[in-house]
Protein backbone atom coordinates (compact mmCIF):
# COMPACT_ATOMS: atom_id res chain seq x y z
CA UNK A 1 0.00 0.00 0.00
CA UNK A 2 1.21 3.41 -0.82
CA UNK A 3 0.10 6.75 0.91
CA UNK A 4 0.53 10.38 -0.89
CA UNK A 5 0.76 13.54 0.22
CA UNK A 6 0.78 16.70 -1.41
CA UNK A 7 2.09 19.75 -0.78
CA UNK A 8 3.40 23.75 -1.61
CA UNK A 9 0.05 24.96 -2.98
CA UNK A 10 -1.44 28.47 -2.45
CA UNK A 11 -2.26 31.78 -3.91
CA UNK A 12 -0.20 33.23 -6.59
CA UNK A 13 -0.22 35.93 -9.18
CA UNK A 14 -0.31 35.68 -13.12
CA UNK A 15 3.15 34.74 -14.14
CA UNK A 16 4.55 33.07 -10.70
CA UNK A 17 5.97 30.02 -9.85
CA UNK A 18 5.16 27.41 -7.68
CA UNK A 19 6.53 23.77 -7.07
CA UNK A 20 4.26 21.29 -5.34
CA UNK A 21 5.31 18.44 -3.57
CA UNK A 22 4.32 14.51 -3.40
CA UNK A 23 5.38 12.47 -0.79
CA UNK A 24 5.10 8.88 -0.52
CA UNK A 25 5.19 5.85 1.93
CA UNK A 26 5.55 2.21 1.19
CA UNK A 27 9.32 0.50 0.03
CA UNK A 28 8.08 0.45 -3.65
CA UNK A 29 7.27 3.55 -4.68
CA UNK A 30 10.57 4.16 -6.27
CA UNK A 31 9.02 1.46 -9.09
CA UNK A 32 5.67 3.05 -9.52
CA UNK A 33 5.93 5.42 -12.67
CA UNK A 34 3.91 8.87 -11.60
CA UNK A 35 1.78 11.42 -12.45
CA UNK A 36 -0.29 14.66 -11.64
CA UNK A 37 -3.44 15.42 -12.27
CA UNK A 38 -6.04 18.49 -11.19
CA UNK A 39 -9.04 19.30 -11.18
CA UNK A 40 -10.84 22.94 -11.40
CA UNK A 41 -14.08 23.47 -10.12
CA UNK A 42 -17.55 22.35 -12.57
CA UNK A 43 -14.74 20.30 -14.34
CA UNK A 44 -13.66 17.24 -14.84
CA UNK A 45 -9.85 15.87 -13.53
CA UNK A 46 -7.81 16.14 -16.56
CA UNK A 47 -4.15 15.07 -16.79
CA UNK A 48 -1.09 17.51 -16.25
CA UNK A 49 2.04 15.42 -16.18
CA UNK A 50 3.77 11.72 -15.79
CA UNK A 51 7.12 10.51 -14.97
CA UNK A 52 8.13 6.99 -15.59
CA UNK A 53 9.69 5.14 -12.55
CA UNK A 54 13.54 6.00 -13.51
CA UNK A 55 13.11 9.29 -13.49
CA UNK A 56 13.55 9.76 -17.77
CA UNK A 57 10.44 9.00 -19.80
CA UNK A 58 7.98 12.13 -19.51
CA UNK A 59 5.04 12.96 -20.73
CA UNK A 60 2.74 16.48 -20.88
CA UNK A 61 -0.39 18.00 -21.56
CA UNK A 62 -0.44 20.44 -23.95
CA UNK A 63 -1.79 23.25 -22.28
CA UNK A 64 1.20 22.83 -19.31
CA UNK A 65 4.25 21.98 -21.80
CA UNK A 66 7.16 24.48 -21.73
CA UNK A 67 5.89 25.57 -17.96
CA UNK A 68 5.91 22.71 -15.67
CA UNK A 69 8.32 20.56 -14.86
CA UNK A 70 7.67 16.63 -13.17
CA UNK A 71 10.36 15.23 -11.52
CA UNK A 72 11.17 12.73 -8.81
CA UNK A 73 13.93 12.07 -6.36
CA UNK A 74 13.29 8.46 -5.33
CA UNK A 75 15.62 8.31 -1.90
CA UNK A 76 13.63 10.68 -0.57
CA UNK A 77 10.29 8.99 -1.99
CA UNK A 78 9.37 12.51 -3.36
CA UNK A 79 7.66 13.64 -6.54
CA UNK A 80 7.51 17.49 -7.32
CA UNK A 81 5.74 19.80 -10.08
CA UNK A 82 7.79 23.04 -10.81
CA UNK A 83 5.50 25.55 -12.11
CA UNK A 84 6.41 28.44 -14.00
CA UNK A 85 4.29 31.00 -15.76
CA UNK A 86 1.56 30.32 -13.99
CA UNK A 87 -1.95 31.69 -15.85
CA UNK A 88 -5.24 32.18 -13.94
CA UNK A 89 -6.77 28.85 -15.66
CA UNK A 90 -3.79 26.91 -13.81
CA UNK A 91 -6.35 27.52 -11.02
CA UNK A 92 -7.13 23.31 -9.80
CA UNK A 93 -6.85 21.49 -7.28
CA UNK A 94 -3.51 19.44 -7.80
CA UNK A 95 -3.43 15.44 -7.16
CA UNK A 96 -0.42 13.28 -7.51
CA UNK A 97 -0.88 9.47 -8.29
CA UNK A 98 0.94 6.71 -8.60
CA UNK A 99 0.85 3.76 -11.17
CA UNK A 100 2.34 0.48 -10.24
CA UNK A 101 2.22 -1.21 -13.31
CA UNK A 102 6.19 0.43 -13.71
CA UNK A 103 5.31 0.39 -17.62
CA UNK A 104 7.84 1.85 -20.27
CA UNK A 105 6.01 5.23 -20.89
CA UNK A 106 4.07 6.64 -18.20
CA UNK A 107 0.07 7.03 -18.95
CA UNK A 108 -2.04 10.34 -18.70
CA UNK A 109 -4.68 8.11 -17.95
CA UNK A 110 -6.46 8.21 -14.62
CA UNK A 111 -7.75 5.04 -14.49
CA UNK A 112 -4.31 3.43 -14.92
CA UNK A 113 -3.40 5.30 -11.65
CA UNK A 114 -4.11 3.13 -8.35
CA UNK A 115 -3.04 5.27 -5.62
CA UNK A 116 -3.95 9.49 -5.19
CA UNK A 117 -3.32 11.83 -2.77
CA UNK A 118 -5.44 14.63 -1.10
CA UNK A 119 -4.79 17.05 -3.25
CA UNK A 120 -3.49 20.36 -2.73
CA UNK A 121 -4.93 24.03 -4.18
CA UNK A 122 -3.46 26.00 -6.38
CA UNK A 123 -4.95 29.56 -6.74
CA UNK A 124 -3.72 31.57 -9.70
CA UNK A 125 -4.88 35.35 -9.85
CA UNK A 126 -4.83 37.89 -11.95
Known amino acids: QVQLVESGGGLVQAGGSLRLSCAAS????????VGWFRQAPGKEREFVAA????????YYADSVKGRFTISRDNPKNTVYLQMNSLKPEDTAVYYC???????????????????WGQGTQVTVSL
Open 97 to 115: AADRRATRYPSGASREYDY
Open 51 to 58: LGWRGIST
Open 26 to 33: GRTFSSYN
